[in-house]
């Protein structure tokens, strides 16, 4: 049967109330597609805008403009920003200049991502007021794979002779060896040290690599070979 026109539009208008009722008939949630001739040119249209030349361009500038952004911050963080993950989760410093001391826990992974001294770094220990005498250290070796099991120490001390040779300044020495992991262009990480001891070279005719480098460097190999220490140094 033929429905009248006045059934039709009485049926059309039934159904836009029902759906602005948001009555839950199967018509009403139904997904209405407008198919008339103009409605569809409009979506062809603004399909063919969003591909265009120009969307695409303006999407692939943004893009750009967004990765200079973030390598022009990375470019301005300050090195000490930066440590290696592995720094930052297991090496600890301590130390002040009041009370200088310094306690690190090192493993593996942080051999060998040590950092230079700089020239900021050298010029603030020169300026320390009170130098100190005595470099005291303490080293334990523990190892990973027997749950952490204790299987070397050592301790011992060695000197800051002052004054030094004349025209020499003070070194920046590393709280924790660069060798260990340790940051010399930090300055919570060094302390004025004599360039003889420092270096490992002698003082007055008598060899100092045993005193401080050796120990440094025995530290190193222990922890590479059981995979992790705990350094201590403490300044009287």
Not at 66 to 87: D, M
Not at 104 to 129: A, I, P, Q
Request: hydrophobic content about 30%.
């Amino acid at each position: 049967m033929k429905r009248s026109l006045i059934t039709k539009t009485r049926y059309s208008a039934d159904l836009r109330q029902k759906i602005a009722a948001g009555e839950s008939s199967h018509i009403a949630k139904q997904r209405i597609v407008d198919n008339r001739p103009h409605a569809i040119a409009q979506r062809e249209l603004k399909k063919i805008i969003n591909d265009s030349f120009r969307v695409v361009s303006q999407r692939k500038t943004a893009a750009m403009m967004q990765g200079g952004l973030q390598n022009r911050l990375q470019k301005t963080l300050p090195r000490s920003s930066i440590k290696t993950v592995a720094q930052l989760m297991t090496i600890h410093s301590t130390g002040s200049e009041a009370n200088p001391s310094y306690d690190f826990t090192v493993l593996k992974n942080d051999l060998n991502k040590g950092t230079n001294t700089t020239k900021e770094t050298r010029e603030y220990v020169n300026s320390w007021k009170a130098i100190p005498g005595t470099v005291n250290y303490a080293y334990e070796i523990y190892d990973v794979s027997q749950a952490d099991k204790k299987v070397d120490q050592d301790s011992g001390s060695t000197a800051n002779p002052n004054p030094m040779k004349i025209g020499q300044n003070w070194d920046a020495g590393h709280s924790l060896g660069r060798q260990n992991g340790g940051l010399g262009d930090d300055k919570g990480w060094v302390f004025p040290q004599n360039p003889q001891f420092n270096r490992g070279n002698s003082y007055m005719g008598q060899k100092t690599y045993q005193d401080w480098r050796y120990c440094e460097n025995v530290f190193h190999d222990s922890v590479y070979q059981y995979g992790k220490g705990r350094w201590k140094v403490w300044l009287t």
